[in-house]
């Protein structure tokens, strides 16, 4: 497509649903957005040690993300220099180097090119060309991202204004680092931008997740019923923007005076035998997560106590991981009790995962009706410095847009 | 009851379980359980279920909780939940930690079909049978799918 194509099928408040449909339109998206922006690969806690590594994907590429001998994460393409095979198709481990099983080139952690078999039958070859493709690395509070593109802008400018909102995140481990702790993948036949749009959605909520809600004690489910409260969204720039759904709840280190909630009061006093009571509210204040989801643009959410992945695999097929979080030697009782939380709303068995599932896949089912309908993502007001903003507006979602047009049109 | 016919009485009580679970009589299914039964689908191998993240770690109350949702009439996923058809067989009775329950552990295989599309989740279950005086009581089912580390799909019902 043409880039003024681009242009008019984005409005400020409107998208049309040839973003959920068209392939050619996909394959733009991979190659002017996911190969050319910062993507989230990890987070430092699945990587403690030289040598631990995960593979996963930018964009549609697989890449290995290491830690090398020096304590420098890499990001690689997973594929042998030689005649491309995958050089490690384990999920995660600790390797002292990647070895090809075609031929057996060998690679060593920082991916420079050790040797291979029979190196007679090669001529001038210059090893040192010929290591594992590396991608460049930034990261910001413990989340580590990395791009194709060498222009790109420093990664802490990327994240701009979001910076300040990773940071109250990463409160929540309650005074101990944040640990990835286990994930719930799932997939759903639908455009990656309807997940984009969902981290960023709080209208949904009491419609989508009224079985979810139902089965909240009353105290909780006051706190989830958000909707006439004083939430609101803000546009961060570049595309992120937080949705402050329990703004009693941004600053988890904040207000640690107030009484303990009833539903965690019996964590409390187990985690008294243990710890001073200012820990404890502490670390009890922290369990059950952050009041907001940042959404980062274009494939992580810092939502609420979990970390969300989105991955697009084809136009109509994206995977979704929920990531959990824990707090890295914390007491094993608030770490039991975040786990049973994220079990309680996430994952493809949670009470509320399947039904944003369906959801979604309704999304791309409708949008094949239709020819010339478009997608509205005109509701509610921006905050602004003047303006209060409104929880359900749909300012995440034109945000993101025009990011994506920004980068579709450049 | 000899050996033998206590492997029987199991089978046939987790072929009850199963036929319950097909036709999506949950309140049935849940009188099946022991009050301090846990009901856990867990992700990849280990034991350490509690401490690990789950598909589903369930209690007593939270058992209880997710049959109210798939009933609820209030969760659009389970509103159209798929329909389905489970085979269990492969018994194999295992070493007991006590005395008094069976220990089993079987092969599943669970065909589903929702929106015109059919899937399949195999997978080996665990179960830790109370004997009682009407059969068993569950004190433990643990169904462990053989893709239970891969990208699964939002699931209407139970396994």
Known sequence: MTYADYATLVQPDRVHSRLYKDPAIFEDEMDRIFSKTWVWVAHDSQLPNPGDFVTTHV????????????????????????????VCE???????????????????????????PLPKGYKDFDKSNHGLVQLRVESYGGLIFATFNESAPPLEDFLGRARPWIDLFMKQAGGFPVKAAGEHRFTFPGNWKIQLE???????????????????????????????????VEDLGNGHSVLVMIPELVDLEGDLDAPVPERFEALAEELRADYPEEQVRRIVRAVGGSGFNLNLFPNLACSMAFFRVLRPITVDKTEIRHIAITMDGGP????????????????????????????????????QAGDDVWIMVNRGEDKTASNAGDVTAETGMRAAYQMWKRMMVA | MSGVDQAKAAE??????????????????????????????????????????????????MRRMRVAR?????????????????????????????????????AQTLTEYRRETLRTYAANVTFVLKPCDDGFRIQKKVVRLINSDGALAGLTYLL
Not at chain 1, 61 to 74: A, E, F, H, L, Y
Not at chain 1, 92 to 109: D, E
């Open chain 1, 59 to 86: 964009g549609r590429q697989p890449v290995i993300v290491n830690r090398d001998k020096k304590g420098v994460v890499r990001v690689m393409l997973n594929r042998c220099r030689h005649r491309a095979a995958t």
């Open chain 1, 90 to 116: 384990a999920v995660s481990g600790n390797a002292a180097g990647f070895v090809c099983p075609y031929h057996a080139w060998t690679y060593a952690q920082d991916g420079s090119l050790r040797g291979m």
């Open chain 1, 198 to 232: 969902n981290t960023t959605d709080a209208y949904h909520f009491p419609v989508v997740h009224k079985s979810f809600l139902t089965s909240l004690d009353n105290a909780t489910e006051e706190l989830f019923s958000f909707m006439q409260g004083d939430g609101y």
């Open chain 1, 332 to 367: 094993p009782a608030a770490n039991r009790a975040r786990l049973r939380l994220h079990e309680h709303f996430q994952g493809p068995m949670g009470f509320g995962t399947p039904d944003d599932a369906d959801a979604w896949e309704r999304v791309q089912r409708g949008a």
């Open chain 2, 12 to 61: 046939a009580f987790i072929a009850l379980e199963a036929d319950l679970l097909d036709h999506a009589e949950y309140q049935q299914w849940l009188d099946l359980w022991d009050d301090g039964g846990l009901y856990i689908i867990p992700i990849g191998e280990g034991d350490d279920f509690e401490d690990r993240l789950n598909y589903a770690y369930d209690d007593a109350a």
């Open chain 2, 70 to 106: 798939l009933t609820s009439g209030q969760s659009m996923s389970a509103n159209e939940a798929a329909r389905t058809v489970r085979v269990t067989g492969r018994y194999r009775l295992l070493d007991s930690s006590a005395d008094d329950v069976v220990n089993i552990r079987c």
